[in-house]
């Protein structure tokens, strides 16, 4: 699987380049802001890349208006979502009434040398990009700038146009830089979350640690409880949960790799506190506590209240492989003093809590037996609460996606996810791709399972033995329709 | 009888290399696995009539080059007068066919209407100085500002050396289709795929070439880019009406195949033999129908019908009365053999009551006379048999119904050959009578169809279940088939199925399909 840019194709030698889909622009702007002819400009309130020609700008933008308004001839209550070309597409988002969000990505293309083997040819791969798949990475750039901004309608309350351009500008320069379209597939249509299996018994001991914390430290409004980038305990509400555990596990956790695991001489290895009762840490605020200049600055977070937002304080606090999330009222100020609590409050439980996890998992792994290459590989997604996982995903960082199948067994699936969501009743689908492969999708009462199968002499009827064999031992509660 | 085990490996079909025998010895009773082309039930024997259609791709292949060098076809470069000429016979055809104009054309419905709105599938023709040529619904002065935003998108984006293909919201999406000189536009509220729309949209640009030429169509605009194309397409947007609503409802457009009427082998080769016989020095193509059923075609040798040509015909044919009171002659184009030039066609009914029309092609416009000659010739040595007989009496069941399978879960199915381009199909069960759920259910093939077909990401099989029915697609070298199952149906049923309806179908195949085409 390829993990980025270009590659020299193999088959013809180094005669064609393979591009994957990039981002050619992606920009945010509001008609109402400009209305009369020659106050275009005034409508963009944000542009990538921001040394494009203001007259381009300003057709590009007008092109969006006039699709928008085109497609409302036909469907005034449906507004576009996209738009596709020979050479782009473009994914139009309208997440608050009048601001427009349009993310334009280069089709993938292959440069072929011609036979004068000089010039070259391109060909633009139009049909590789799934619009579900990157329809939801602009819903998801938006929810990431609302996360750490709040609406822009905030923005506009509070400083006008010019500080809601500021924001965009302060929070897209960095984010979208970010993006990886490359790796973009059905998870992120899911946008869900991975939850850690865990014993009763260590779920109930989790559960007493945030309650204790959450009485010492009455400041705090809400907690999380990951363990290995996978979500255990949260009191907040699911869609916030969300978008921050999209933050924490693609852009936080990753910046911060285990300093037990990075070697002696790393830059990542901190200096020892002195402190060798715990392995506590701050990910955000002070990096050392000792530090007489260390900062009690923590990033601010928006999330959904009764009446409209709140502001909060981020604190994520590390131990080994288990990280909580603090969440204190942004009215507060945090000194040094609350945060020496919390780190020899937290610190030793947290500690002692992750390697009590670390056992339990080494003891369940122990039992299901030695990892043998299963004949099957599955997504599985729970709408109600957002459950997802993936044996197909080898691992998810910040930069890259790495999937064990082929990318086009992966659109396949996506393919069978929009046919899902044409209707709101129980299907399945079974298909077998050209490459042999069997992939198999179900939809059950909000629950989604696609199966890849690697038995490709198999017959239907074997596939759907197999499959009820896979439901029956990863999903034995569950009723899938038969 | 193949062992139980095997059959039931359908979906694991394997595709051989073996060379391909057509002989008729060699056809297995279970035709899967190892199949090959041209042993499919329902494969020609010796070659095939149409131009060998794979399925959609060639809609978009320039094949004019190659008519063109065959060179059969008069040139029609035509001047002004002549054209003129070429419009006045036209309409008068046309005028007959009014009288069977497809649902009231609602040409006055108001375009900010919920009701206008609300329609399916819209389709709009206009030319690229973005003057209306047709919609669907509506009428096109009504419409000539929505058109001329339609056109400025084009160009818009023609502008930055791009083109544009599509607009998607929720449950709607608008395909543009740049033919020049003409800009097809479609809104469709379906959940056909993009390259099924677009096909649809080349069919209709088919249509109206059909009726000008694309010489024709180029030089009026290369000579006044304003033209109103209405002046010369007026009274003959029935054809465009009608056509749309076959590419909704008739599994063959979608199949890029024709079906044909059941028919036993000696009786179908005696007819055949009896057009064969009947030819003439310009004639190219001598097609009977039964409806909108192919009964026989018997072709130049060495010239093909694409079967988009084909139905092209069907639909002007199937569309207008007129030809029901005489003999007519009309000029037609078949895009897919030439675009620059016309044939002429001379078009009856074998008896005026009768289903039976013969369709006589040929390639001289003064050639009226020779046709009827023809048409009588045929007639003659054709009902001097007894043959004709059971011609006449075959009419009486065009169709079968699924019932003749006897698989009792199986509701319908459609069944192409891939080598032959026809295909078979039971007429609509009880369940699928109304509109709607033809309409529905021809949805659902469409979909399934899509899927095989996808332009990057084809498939060999698709089995879905539903809550209303299960339904299974397989495509192989050899045939494409399609099932609609009852929702209670099991998988392993479906597979037995499979084998069980392609045993029937080879056994049917002499009746179902043409085995034998011939050539003059």
Redesign the interface.
């Known amino acids: 699987y390829r993990l980025a840019g270009t590659y020299p194709g193999m088959a013809s030698g180094m005669q064609e380049k393979q591009y994957t889909p990039s981002l050619l622009s992606f920009f945010i702007y509001n008609p109402t802001f400009g209305p009369r002819e020659g106050e275009e400009e005034k409508k963009i309130l944000f542009y990538h890349p921001s040394d494009v020609e203001k007259n381009e700008k300003i057709r590009n933008v007008g ?1 969006c208006e ?2 928008v308004q ?2 409302r ?4 209550t ?11 597409r473009q994914f139009f988002f309208e997440p608050e009434n009048n601001f427009w969000v349009v993310m334009v990505v280069r089709n993938p293309m292959i440069e072929k040398l011609n036979k004068d083997g000089k010039t070259q040819t391109i060909e633009y ?4 990009m799934l ?1 579900t798949v990157y329809g939801a990475v602009v819903r998801q750039c938006y929810s990431m700038y609302k996360l750490f901004n709040g609406t822009f309608a905030r923005a506009m309350e509070a400083g006008g146009v010019e500080l809601l351009m500021q924001k965009l500008e302060k929070f897209f320069y960095k984010y979208l830089q970010t993006l990886h379209l490359q790796s973009s597939d059905l998870l992120d249509v899911f946008g869900g979350i991975s939850f850690f299996p865990l014993d009763k018994m260590t779920y109930l001991k989790i559960q007493s640690f945030v309650n204790r914390v959450e009485e010492s430290l009455s400041l705090i409004k809400y907690t999380a409880f990951l363990y290995n980038d996978q979500l255990i305990w949260s009191g907040l509400e699911q869609d916030d949960m969300r978008i921050l555990y999209k933050y924490l596990t693609t852009s936080l956790f990753p910046r911060h790799t285990e300093p037990e695991l990075a070697g002696r001489d790393s830059p990542l290895r901190p200096e020892v506190t002195g402190n060798l009762l715990h392995y506590g840490r701050f990910l955000t605020g002070p990096l050392n506590l000792k530090d007489p200049e260390a900062k009690f600055r923590f990033p601010k977070i928006f999330v959904s209240a009764e009446d409209g937002y709140e502001e909060l304080h981020l604190i994520v606090y590390k131990a080994m492989s288990a990280a909580a999330c603090f969440m204190i009222s942004a009215s507060v100020e945090l000194n040094r003093d609350f945060c020496e609590q919390l780190d020899s409050l937290v610190g030793p439980q947290l500690t002692l809590l992750a390697s009590d996890i670390c056992e339990q998992f080494t003891v369940n792994r122990r039992i299901s037996g030695p990892e043998k290459e299963p004949q099957f590989k599955f997504i599985y997604f729970n709408h109600m609460n957002l459950a997802e996982k993936s044996t197909i995903h080898m691992r998810k960082t910040a930069s890259v996606c790495l999937t064990s199948v082929h990318p ?1 067994l992966m ?2 699936l996506g ?1 069978i996810n929009c ?1 899902f969501a ?2 709101d ?10 490459t ?1 492969y069997w992939v198999v999708g179900k939809k059950s009462d909000q629950r989604e399972l696609y199966v890849i199968l690697n038995q ?6 074997e596939v ?1 033995e197999e499959v009820k064999r896979l439901c029956a031992t990863q999903f034995n509660n569950i009723f899938f ?1 038969d | 009888m193949d062992g139980e085990a095997q059959n039931e490996s359908v979906a694991c079909e394997k595709a051989t290399l073996a060379p391909v025998d057509r002989l008729r010895s060699n056809r297995a009773e279970s035709p899967t696995p190892g199949l090959v082309e041209g042993t499919e039930p329902g494969a020609v024997q010796k070659s095939a009539f149409f131009a060998h259609a794979q399925s959609f791709e060639d809609l978009t292949a320039e094949a004019e080059e190659k008519a063109e060098q065959e060179g059969v076809v008069e040139d029609s470069g035509q001047t002004e007068d002549e054209l003129q000429v070429l419009v006045g016979e036209r309409t008068i055809t046309e005028q007959h066919a009014q009288d069977v104009s497809p649902q009231s054309r609602s040409k006055e419905e108001d375009m900010s209407s919920e009701a206008w709105r609300s329609h399916r599938k819209h389709v709009f023709v206009l030319s690229e100085a973005g003057k209306p040529i047709y919609t669907r619904y509506g009428s096109e002065e009504a419409l000539s500002s929505t058109m001329g935003v339609m056109m400025a998108l084009v160009s818009f984006v023609e502008s930055d050396k791009n083109t544009i293909r599509s607009i998607h919201a929720d449950g709607c999406k608008v395909i543009f289709l740049a033919k020049s000189p003409l800009v097809l536009v479609g809104v469709s509220q379906t959940y056909q795929s993009d390259k099924e729309l677009l096909r649809e949209l080349q069919y209709i640009y088919y249509q109206i070439v059909s009726l000008l030429t694309l010489t024709q169509l180029n030089h009026i605009f290369q000579n006044k880019q304003n033209y109103d194309l209405r002046r010369l397409l007026a009274g003959s947007e029935y054809l465009t009406d009608n056509l749309l609503h076959r590419l909704d409802r008739d599994p063959g457009l979608l199949l890029s195949a024709v079906t044909c009427l059941p028919l036993s082998n000696s009786v179908r080769d005696v007819v055949s033999s009896s057009l064969q016989a009947a030819k003439a020095k310009n004639l190219v193509f001598s097609i009977l129908l039964a409806g909108d059923r192919l009964v026989t075609l018997v072709r130049k040798k060495d010239q093909f019908l694409h079967h988009i040509d084909l139905h092209l015909v069907m639909n002007l044919v199937g569309s207008s009365s007129s030809f029901r009171e005489g003999e007519g002659w009309t000029p037609i184009c078949l895009p897919k053999f030439n675009t620059a030039g016309f044939f002429h066609a001379h078009i009856s009914y074998l008896e005026s009551a009768s289903d039976l029309c013969l369709i006589l092609v040929s390639t001289d416009r003064e050639d009226f006379f020779n046709m009827s000659d023809c048409k009588q010739r045929f007639l003659e040595r054709l009902t001097k048999r007894t043959a004709y007989q059971a011609l006449k009496e075959a009419l009486k069941c065009p169709s079968y119904s699924v019932e003749q399978v006897g698989i009792p879960e199986l509701r319908h199915f459609l069944y192409k050959s891939k080598s032959s381009g026809l295909y078979t199909s039971p007429e609509f069960p009880e369940l699928y009578q109304s509109d709607e759920e033809q309409e529905r259910l021809m949805g659902l093939y469409q979909d399934l169809h899509s899927h095989l077909h996808h332009p990057v990401r084809p498939l060999r099989f698709f089995y879905r279940c539903t809550n209303k029915e299960n339904l299974l697609a397989w495509v192989t070298n050899g045939f494409q088939l399609y099932l609609c199952f009852s929702p209670l149906g099991t998988k392993a049923m479906a597979v037995s199925a499979v084998n069980k309806l392609l045993k029937w179908i080879r056994k049917e195949e002499d009746r179902l399909f043409i085995l034998s085409p011939l050539t003059y």
């Open positions: 092109l006039a699709i085109f497609t001839t036909f469907c005034p449906k507004p576009a979502k996209s738009l596709h070309t020979q050479k782009n791969q139009e049909e590789e619009d086009d659109k396949i393919d046919d044409r209707v009743e129980d299907e399945e689908i079974i298909v077998k791709a050209m042999d490709k002499n198999a017959n239907l009827i759907n329709l």
